[in-house]
């Protein structure tokens, strides 16, 4: 594993790479985020953030989400695959919400992976991003890239793989590290065809030092 003196330069050079961690999901309730979050899956980030204003124009509340037909909802979010599954959870989400938790997002893992649809993906970026916790969001990005700089043995199981970063970054840290990763992957360290010749952390990454 890294030495904390190597995490440490890993985490600074993201920072300064990418100074906004943010999340690339546009929502503007917290309800709006989860469900994005649900939509994103076997999708990406920028076909969901096509599909959402239209879906939640012609929804605008929770209530009106958990009145509605799954049907209708699926043609909204039709492009964005799995939309038959993905509209029964979005409904059925937002009535437990409303039935069990007031209206409002639940901010511990228990009551968050509680939701249809819901696992701990989506819930430790609900709790990052929403309640500011130390989170670790094991998206295939992060999954990919910690395995290849050494923070984690490879595991492409992401609970295997939040269990080892949970021991390696510090806390406070996390939740930002997994949105630095995401961005990183999309532009330097791609599946296909990583850019080890211009990666800033190639001198901490073990598969980058091989290829030195």
């Keep these: ?5 190597a995490v440490k330069r890993i985490i600074e050079n993201l920072k300064e790479l990418y100074p906004d961690a943010l999340c690339s999901l546009q929502y503007e309730k917290d309800y709006e985020l989860l469900f994005a979050v649900r939509l994103s899956a076997q999708c990406t980030d920028a076909r969901v953030n096509m599909i959402t204003p239209a879906l939640f124009e012609r929804f605008p509340t929770l209530e009106s989400f958990a009145e ?12 964005c695959g799995f939309y038959n599954a993905k509209s029964r959870d979005l409904v059925a989400c937002a009535q ?3 039935e069990k938790h007031g209206g409002k997002v639940p901010g511990t893992m228990e009551e968050l992976i509680s939701l ?4 701990r993906k989506t819930a430790n970026l609900i709790l990052g991003d929403i309640y500011h916790q130390p989170a670790y ?17 490879g595991s492409k199981d992401p609970l ?20 630095r990763m995401v961005l990183f992957g999309r532009d330097i360290c791609s599946a296909r065809s990583p850019r080890c010749e211009v990666c800033p952390l190639r001198n901490d990454c073990s598969t980058g030092k091989k290829s030195k």
């Design 1 to 5: 594993m890294k030495s904390r003196a």
């Design 68 to 79: 509605a037909d799954p049907a209708e909802v699926g043609k909204y979010i039709h492009s």
């Design 96 to 98: 437990m919400l409303l």
């Design 116 to 119: 249809p649809g819901i696992g």
């Design 137 to 153: 969001v094991c998206d295939t990005h992060c999954i990919r890239i910690t395995g290849r700089l050494g923070l984690t043995d």
């Design 160 to 179: 295997q793989v939040e269990r080892q970063l949970r021991e390696v970054l510090p806390p406070e840290e996390s939740s930002d590290f997994c949105h």
